[in-house]
């Protein structure tokens, strides 16, 4: 099978095209015939060695890719009658495994990652939703806000950013979001009640609407100890890269790792219910072929993509 993948860390110059054995599904897994793969940060983290701490014991090469879908084309041994052969589904895909990524003709995961594609979306724009999805909602669940509170969501533009908006909206929260000029009419559109001007001065904007902070904050762009000033005394920020303080004031600090979620299928399954009724709205940046995952790569580091660059393994 074709995949995409590399052998030494470097620039998106490393990403090459891979003729692999065509891999077989173990007891409990499923086998995907991969149609399409989103481009996410940490398939860039990957390829810079940034997550080679985490492969110290596998050889390369090593294959990108958190977010795939596809048809299914193979059961292993002991899945339930939940998924089928000749099923549309998306996956959640730990490229760290002895499987390796997304980004490849085929890939074999836990069935447990896996549920159905949401109805009315290709295979592009379903393959946009659950790695960024799940991390927006294990954000939301850290700050653990009751419905009628109020949330911060930094990096709103962006596609975690903008899920964690939509969720919160359906959590039954008042969200406060930041924006570049030419990205309020698109946060607005993601349901956000305040938006306010991003930059280093936003913690300041966030705490003129909240004058006492908000009690909890998704910290979409990262800026970390910026941002603690937005906070209420005993508040919690939740981190999307690992950041996990300190902070004074009793701010509680949570890192999310998306790999908490990658076999909740419960929750999968509700963020893929949620696309499909429209809580959730997909977007594709781009598609390009699964050979130019290069340019893809460049394009991603060059910053402003709104919506998800995608790689068609059809």
Not at 19 to 42: F, K
Not at 158 to 164: D, I, L, P, R, S
Request: aromatic letters at 4%; charged letters at 20%; a negative charge.
């Amino acid at each position: 099978m074709k995949a995409i993948g590399v052998y030494d860390f470097g620039g998106p110059e490393v990403l090459r095209v891979l003729e692999l054995p065509e891999p077989q599904a173990g007891p409990g897994e499923v086998r995907i015939r991969v149609h399409a793969a989103a481009v996410n940060p940490t398939d860039v983290l990957l390829r810079t060695g940034g997550h080679a701490v985490r492969m110290s014991d596998r050889q390369p090469p090593f294959v990108p890719g958190m977010d795939a879908a596809g048809v299914i084309d193979q059961l292993g041994p002991g899945t339930d009658d939940r998924l089928a052969v000749g099923q549309r589904v998306v996956a959640m895909v730990l490229f760290t495994s002895v499987h390796g990524g997304a980004y490849a003709e085929q890939i074999v995961v836990p069935a447990a990652s896996v549920v159905p594609a949401p109805e009315g979306a290709d295979f592009a724009a379903a393959s946009t939703l659950l790695m960024n999805a799940m991390t927006a909602r294990l954000a939301l669940d850290a700050l653990a806000v009751p419905p009628g509170g109020t949330v911060a969501v930094t990096g709103a533009a962006g596609a975690v950013g903008g899920y964690a908006v939509e969720l919160a909206k359906a959590d039954g929260l008042t969200v406060i979001a930041d924006a570049a000029p030419h990205d309020t009419d698109r946060v607005r559109g993601f349901g956000a009640d305040h938006v306010v001007e991003r930059g280093t001065d936003v913690a300041a904007r966030i705490r003129a609407l909240a004058s006492d902070g908000v009690p909890g904050l998704v910290d979409g762009s990262m800026q970390t100890t910026e941002i603690l000033p937005a906070i209420a005394d005993g508040g919690t920020l939740a981190e999307l890269r690992g950041w996990s303080g300190p902070a004074e004031r009793g701010i509680r600090v949570c890192p999310v790792m998306v790999t908490d979620g990658i076999t909740d299928t419960g929750r999968l399954n509700t963020l893929r219910r949620q696309a499909e009724d429209g809580t959730l709205t997909l977007h594709v940046a781009d598609v390009l072929p699964a050979d130019e995952a290069a340019k893809a790569h460049r394009i991603l580091e060059a910053g402003g993509v709104r919506g998800r660059l995608v790689l068609d393994f059809s």
